[in-house]
């Protein structure tokens, strides 16, 4: 597992809480003392060993509030799993991210997805009911802004920019609650991938409370049969220069695939 900055600054703060309250604890509950006992420590002694006792098992208690570390993705495994439903490997996983590969219903045909993500980030899967499955496969730091998310849309026309343009308005628009305006497509370029872009666009968000918040991303695009699908990776433009690097490596690797296989996917387990 690897442990982020984050992490840590969390495990300390959460290690030196629970000294300081078991101190308060240990001073609030010590019995008075005698001249008696004053005179030979051995209270003072007691009192030092209760008051460690309570933090180690305060410690212990709080253990489950403090965030756990991210997994890191087993290449080896990861690899396994691509090579026995017959998609191609990956050569690597960078530091600091894992890999998803995660299946889609809601489209014909039914997907299968793949991409990197920060490993710092939170996976959002399809909820799938006696209805059917709802929503997409995305992953971000949500409270932050920062997030990608798979979009599918129909293939038809040129692949120029009017259609990418199309497809990404329709991307950023799935949730409804939120409308845009100024959007715009600032680059294209091959990705790494075989018949996959690179997708450069900005826009505004106008929010439910009627804010506006300036928007940066990248979004990978390929098309598979007749449908389009998408990966959009986005930021707000404060945070862009920051989050760039981050985000033009999570939209570059993505990779969507038909699902012809009806084996046990197990996508959901550790890999």
């Not at 992490?7 to 010590?30: E, T």
Request: proline residues 3%.
């Amino acid at each position: 597992q690897e442990i982020t900055l984050l992490d840590s600054f969390n495990m300390c703060r959460g290690v030196l809480a629970c000294l300081a309250a078991a101190c308060a604890l240990g001073a609030a509950f010590a019995p008075g003392r005698s001249e008696a006992t004053r005179a030979s420590g051995q209270e003072d002694a007691v009192d030092r060993r209760s008051v460690l006792d309570q933090a180690m098992a305060m410690m212990v208690l709080s253990s489950a509030a403090v965030p756990s570390a991210a997994g890191a993705t087993d290449l080896k495994k990861f690899n396994s799993k691509l090579s026995s439903l017959g998609l191609e490997e990956v050569s690597g996983i960078p530091s600091g991210f894992n890999a998803l590969l995660e299946s889609y219903s809601q489209s014909s045909p039914k997907l299968l997805v793949e991409f990197l993500y920060p490993n710092y980030w939170l996976v959002i899967r399809p909820s799938t009911n006696t209805n059917g499955e709802a929503g997409t496969v995305s992953a971000g730091d949500y409270g932050k802004g920062d997030s990608a998310a798979l979009y599918v849309a129909d293939a038809s026309g040129q692949m120029d920019k009017a259609f990418y343009q199309k497809v990404l308005v329709a991307g950023i628009s799935q949730r409804g609650d939120n409308q845009y305006q100024n959007f715009e497509v600032l680059k294209i370029k091959p990705g790494s991938g075989k018949d996959y872009a690179l997708v450069d666009f900005e826009y505004e968000l106008l929010t439910g409370a009627g804010f506006v918040v300036e928007r940066r991303g990248v979004a990978g695009v390929t098309t598979l049969g007749k449908k389009a699908p998408a990966l959009i990776a986005v930021t707000t433009a404060a945070r862009w220069k920051k989050l760039e690097p981050s985000l033009r490596t999570v939209a570059d690797s993505f990779r969507a695939y038909e699902q012809t296989t009806s084996a046990d996917l197990d996508l959901s387990g550790d890999m």
